[in-house]
């Protein structure tokens, strides 16, 4: 099992709304990530869990607030969001931070709108 | 800071045909690591081929193969016999070995279109 699995595809919420994206993956990998991308541009970094402990995050507002429950899952919880905050999400893992070359395996992404 | 670019925003190929992607970074470290990732219409990110700055031999993953040339800061990407299947997004991507948290800095993307 190679796989990113991320729910849901597609995200549509109103800005008073509280939604939360969710990440799995069961390749035993320790180290998982949030990616955020913009139409036409590349992804930038959120948050970076290591062994579910968050080691990054990009000075990212607070109303992003992300979630490692167990090594196989991550969330990212949603809450007072802008219509600016509409993009594609993306989750990926690693085997762990500090490993070879640290290639990411990423996930289809949530296509978030904020209405 | 390292910088990725990535200056042509735009490749169109015929199928079966070759297309070259150019990326160009900027770095003053000699240890690091160089990737290319494609992102068809579907948006998964998947891993076209990667580079460690060490290894001098040009790493080929069938169809894909690259140019890098350490002392020109440049790691091009060629897709041969191209597909319809190719058709995505393709990023190139720079990491140091020292990046708090696995970060990849991205180059801004060249789209490919292939055309049957």
């Known amino acids: 099992d190679t796989e990113v699995t991320q729910t849901p595809k597609h995200l549509v919420m109103g800005m008073t709304n509280k939604k939360s994206l969710k990440c799995e993956q069961h390749m035993g990998h320790r180290a998982m990530y949030w990616y955020k991308q913009k139409a036409k541009k590349p992804p930038e970094l959120m948050f970076v869990?290591?062994?579910?402990?968050?080691?990054i995050n990009e000075s990212v507002p607070s109303r992003f607030s992300p979630e490692c429950p167990n090594s196989s899952l991550l969330n990212l919880h949603l809450h007072a969001l802008q219509p600016e905050d509409s993009a594609l999400y993306l989750c990926?893992?690693?085997?762990?931070?500090?490993?070879?070359?640290?290639?990411?395996?990423f996930g289809e992404g949530s296509r978030l709108t904020v209405l | 800071a390292q910088t990725v670019t990535q200056s042509q925003p735009e490749m169109s190929v015929q199928e079966a045909e070759t297309v070259t992607l150019s990326c160009t970074y900027d770095t003053s470290e000699s240890d690091y690591y160089l990737f290319w990732y494609k992102q068809p219409p579907s948006r998964q990110m998947i891993l076209v081929i990667r580079?460690?700055?060490?290894?001098?031999q040009n790493a080929t993953e069938n169809r894909f193969s690259v140019n890098f040339q350490k002392a020109a800061k440049s790691f091009s990407l060629k897709i041969s016999d191209s597909q319809l299947g190719d058709a995505a997004m393709y990023f190139c991507a720079y990491r140091s070995p020292k990046a708090a948290g696995n970060k990849l800095t991205f180059g801004g993307g060249t789209r490919v279109l292939v055309k049957p």
């Open positions: 580079q460690e700055a060490y290894k001098q």
């Open positions: 869990y290591s062994y579910e402990k968050l080691s």
């Open positions: 990926a893992s690693s085997l762990k931070l500090a490993s070879g070359t640290g290639e990411l395996f």
